[in-house]
């Protein structure tokens, strides 16, 4: 999307075309991919929520999208469409339409959307492709809105069909192509010679250079299903952490020729509750074998792990000490996967709840709470000395477990400010208690 960088890669898409001879086969094939799917090309202006200042604001951003029906619905990826407000979207052919979030997966990173059609009113749509068929070599062109340009189309090739992202998705691989890719190409189709749409670009290079990633077209109709069905992907958890057989970056090899090592349980997992080990050896689910070689075999095990029926038990085929045990798991939703924010005027903070998967360095301390997102500057919070992640552990000696428990309170405090405008407040940082007291009387908006 065109306003986020995070670490080394960043949301976004392309550039400028490649050249090529005219009447060429290059150019022969750009042209049915541009007349097949340039038409199905979504330029998306969002207005999102944010509380990252520490109050309420909304700030704008450009991403893209591709249309793949003619009821409107499109798709493109979560951090474009995340915490929107609104959707204001631009066809190629000069339309323009307001449009909702049908639902949303963070994992792997894609959103479906839909514009809000006048009745009776339909919409060119493009069509997703095989991406399992595709090889290191194959043409490509990637369309979509760099900087915030709509209309863009470039020309690659796929450098690498199966890229493992640590960190960036635990259930898909990436496809790698050498198009150019910018801010603002988020959510855009990666289309084949034949015209059908086979990646939905994500990432692209921080610094420059032939690297950019995109979401398979099969792990986007997958996600698209689900997000049809039930409005969010809902995956299954069972607290497995897994490594490959041959484990290059941490120079670790076992001499096995099948299964995936069983490297951490979770804590108050399902698999740590029903006995599952470190180092266990994890040869087949539910009778399915299963095997990670290296680092790009994980996905497919842990998308498997991922659709097991919640709450159904499902039977893990393990090797601990050259015995062969069975063991029975029941795997629940895995649920939110980042916490509610919400701001409070006059402390000037903002808190957030604590998630395992969003905040995991939090819940190691403590499972169920609320943390101090981010402080305003200046303001109340900053000039008393808390801090983003100090987790809240009372206020006004009213223990802290909800969001809701920091509404109450500060409904409280504002309501008796005229007498009372300094309240103790106890949080948790690096595992240590500290006693704060927030000293709210002065209106730093009225400065």
């Known amino acids: ?26 150019e022969q094939s750009m042209r049915v991919a541009k007349e097949r799917v340039f038409p199905a090309l979504v330029f998306v202006r969002v207005i999102q929520q944010t509380h990252e200042s520490g109050e309420r604001s909304a700030q ?3 991403g893209s999208g591709v249309l793949i029906s003619e009821d409107g619905e499109f798709l493109t990826n979560w951090h474009v469409v995340d915490k929107a407000e609104s959707l204001r979207c631009l066809l190629t052919d000069g339309r323009v339409y307001p449009a909702e979030v049908i639902g949303s997966d963070k994992d792997i990173d894609i959103a479906l ?7 009776d009113t339909k919409v060119p749509f493009a069509s997703l492709g095989n991406s399992d068929l595709l090889t290191e070599g194959d043409p490509v062109y990637v369309m979509g809105a760099p900087w915030g340009l709509s209309r863009s189309i470039s020309s690659g090739i796929i450098s690498c069909t199966r890229r493992y992202l640590e960190g960036a998705s635990e259930y ?5 192509t050498d198009a150019s890719i910018n801010p603002g190409n988020s959510g855009g189709p990666v289309v084949s010679q034949q015209g059908d749409v086979i990646g939905i670009t994500a990432r692209g290079s921080l610094y420059g250079g032939d690297l950019g990633f995109a979401i398979p077209a099969k792990e986007a109709a997958l996600i698209a299903g689900r997000l049809r069905e039930f409005k969010r992907m809902n995956w299954s958890w069972t607290g497995l952490q897994i490594q490959p057989l041959r484990d290059f970056d941490k120079n670790v090899y076992f001499e096995f020729d099948s299964g995936v090592i069983i490297s951490a349980t979770d804590p108050e997992s399902p698999a740590r509750r029903a006995g599952v080990l470190p180092k266990d050896r994890l040869m087949a689910i539910n009778g399915t074998p299963v095997t990670a070689f290296t680092q790009e075999d994980l996905p497919a095990v842990n998308r498997q792990l991922g659709l097991l029926e919640k709450e159904k038990p499902a039977t893990l085929s393990l090797l601990r000490d050259q015995e062969t045990i069975s063991v029975t798991v029941t795997p629940r939703e895995k649920g939110k996967v980042e916490g509610v924010e919400k701001e409070f005027p006059r402390w000037d903070f903002s808190a957030k709840t604590i998630n395992q998967f969003d905040t995991p360095n939090l819940y190691f301390y403590q499972q169920k709470g609320v943390f101090i997102y981010a402080v305003k500057y200046t303001g109340n919070a900053a000039t008393a000395g808390l801090t983003p992640n100090d987790i809240i552990l009372d206020i006004g000696g009213q223990p802290i477990e909800t969001l809701e428990h920091v509404t109450v309170s500060h409904q409280e405090a504002i309501k008796n400010m005229s007498t009372q405008y300094r309240i ?21 908006k009225r400065r």
């Open 1 to 26: 999307m065109f306003k986020r960088c995070r670490w080394l890669l960043v949301m976004g898409c392309f550039s400028a075309a490649s050249a090529v001879q005219a009447g060429s086969p290059s």
């Open 60 to 62: 704008s951003g450009a």
């Open 113 to 119: 959307c839909r514009l809000q059609l006048p009745k």
């Open 172 to 176: 898909a691989l990436w496809l790698q």
């Open 424 to 444: 103790p407040m106890t949080v948790l940082r690096n595992g240590q208690r500290r006693q704060i007291i927030l000293d709210f009387s002065r209106d730093y």
